[in-house]
């Protein structure tokens, strides 16, 4: 599985993305197109559409790519256009929860996962 298909399916089903690679946070994450099971917070909930998740994932698979990385050429993070979509909509969508170039820095909210989101697919060989 790609890194992209991971931040997606993350998106999608976090606990189940994780299996029993359970963190401290599991079950904090909600899903992004599926509804909440909650009827007042279904009322509000937007889905997020697929194409935006497809560049979200594209931009956030980006941040863990270091100089020297074997891109592979299928992978639609080479996308330019893709990623700068998606750099808007994590910033827009993810935020509000996760820590990202010290946006949505709010430590009134309590411990936060932060990107880049692949360091725990690559087995937090990085920050
Ligand atoms: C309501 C708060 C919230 C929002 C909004 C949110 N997340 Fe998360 N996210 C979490 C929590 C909490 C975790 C940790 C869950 C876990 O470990 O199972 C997490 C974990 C993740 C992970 C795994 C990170 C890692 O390094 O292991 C990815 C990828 C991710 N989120 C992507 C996104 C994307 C993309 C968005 C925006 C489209 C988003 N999240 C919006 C709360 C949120």
Same mark, same amino acid.
């Given at each position: *599985?790609?890194?992209? !298909?991971?931040? &997606?399916?993350?998106?999608? /089903?976090?606990?189940?993305?994780?299996?029993? #690679?359970?963190? =401290?946070?599991?079950?904090?994450?909600?899903?992004?197109?599926?509804?909440?099971?909650?009827?007042?917070?279904?009322?509000?909930?937007?889905?997020?559409?697929?194409?935006? *998740?497809?560049?979200? !994932?594209?931009? &956030?698979?980006?941040?863990? /790519?270091?100089?020297?990385?074997?891109?592979? #050429?299928?992978? =639609?993070?080479?996308?330019?256009?893709?990623?700068?979509?998606?750099?808007?909509?994590?910033?827009?969508?993810?935020?509000?929860?996760?820590?990202?170039?010290?946006?949505?820095?709010?430590?009134?909210?309590?411990?936060?996962?932060?990107?880049?989101?692949?360091?725990?697919?690559?087995?937090? #060989?990085?920050?």
């Amino acid at each position: *599985m790609g890194t992209e !298909a991971w931040i &997606l399916q993350m998106m999608h /089903d976090p606990m189940a993305t994780r299996g029993s #690679a359970r963190t =401290p946070l599991a079950g904090q994450m909600p899903s992004m197109d599926v509804p909440p099971k909650d009827a007042t917070a279904a009322a509000t909930f937007k889905p997020m559409t697929e194409a935006d *998740m497809k560049a979200a !994932a594209a931009f &956030l698979a980006s941040q863990g /790519d270091e100089p020297g990385d074997a891109i592979p #050429a299928s992978a =639609p993070r080479r996308d330019e256009a893709l990623r700068s979509a998606g750099e808007k909509i994590v910033t827009e969508r993810c935020t509000t929860c996760h820590l990202f170039k010290g946006g949505g820095d709010d430590a009134s909210l309590g411990a936060r996962p932060s990107f880049p989101a692949t360091r725990v697919a690559r087995g937090c #060989a990085r920050r």
